[in-house]
């Protein structure tokens, strides 16, 4: 299976600040068709998850441009630039390309 | 509007069996591949199963390979997932999600196994 490694698990920011979180996998997610299937999603308290950048880095429909993806082969980053309260939650990456797919095990976005 | 509603969730004893139901709306169904996926209280995300558009292909991690059957209905819209021979560990929070990368997913139901 393909292990996806999220760090940090905990990501304390700044209303206005910028932020990183990192997602590795142990494999390429280099699909045999030539696509990358790694997503973002944010899970806000209480919801269901709700996907923000699909295939490494293409926004999803009414997603912020403060939110941006990048990455290949094993090493991807979400960027949130401008944090606002609405952005606190777990960040979830997940890979699509082989199955079993999988999850990291998630960075919670919290106010300093 | 996407909307996807399961049901079907409860309290159920260990080694039992259950039945989830995904009604969908709002989109041609019949054309894209569907997904469940659950949620440990107070954990992470797990992919349970994914079924082609005709239904003629399923996928399951090795965690629920064998008790569980995904199904889907094209004609209702409805997508479903068998649960047999419950553990106590499958306890979860259980989403449906439209396929390719989850962009819409229900609200989820609430399955706890125990005694």
């Known amino acids: 299976d393909v292990l996806m490694t999220q760090t940090p698990v905990s990501l304390p920011v700044s209303l206005g600040g910028q932020v990183s979180i990192s997602c590795r996998s142990s494999?390429?997610?280099?699909?045999?068709?030539?696509?990358?299937?790694l997503h973002w999603y944010l899970q806000k308290p209480g919801q269901s998850p709700q996907l923000l950048i699909y295939r490494v880095s293409n926004r999803f429909s009414g997603v912020p441009d403060r939110f941006s993806g990048s990455g290949s082969g094993t090493d991807f980053t979400l960027k949130i630039s401008r944090v606002e309260p609405e952005d606190l939650g777990v960040y979830y990456c997940l890979q699509s390309t082989h199955f079993p797919y999988t999850f990291g095990a998630g960075t919670k976005l919290e106010l300093k | 509007e996407v909307q996807l509603v399961e049901s079907g969730g409860g309290l159920v004893q260990p080694g039992r069996s259950l039945k989830l139901s995904c009604a969908a709306s709002g989109f041609t169904f019949s054309n894209y591949y569907m997904a469940w996926v659950r949620q440990a209280p107070k954990k992470g995300l797990e992919w349970v199963a994914t079924?082609?558009?005709?239904?003629?292909?399923?996928y399951y991690p090795d965690s629920v390979k064998g008790r569980f059957t995904i199904s889907r209905d094209n004609a209702k819209s409805s997508l479903y997932l068998q649960m047999n021979s419950l553990k106590s560990e499958d306890t979860a929070t259980y989403y449906c999600?439209?396929?390719?990368?989850?962009?819409?997913w229900g609200q989820g139901v609430m399955v706890t196994v125990s005694s």
């Open positions: 494999q390429s997610l280099v699909h045999s068709d030539g696509n990358t299937y």
């Open positions: 999600a439209r396929q390719p990368g989850y962009p819409y």
């Open positions: 079924i082609s558009t005709s239904g003629s292909r399923t």
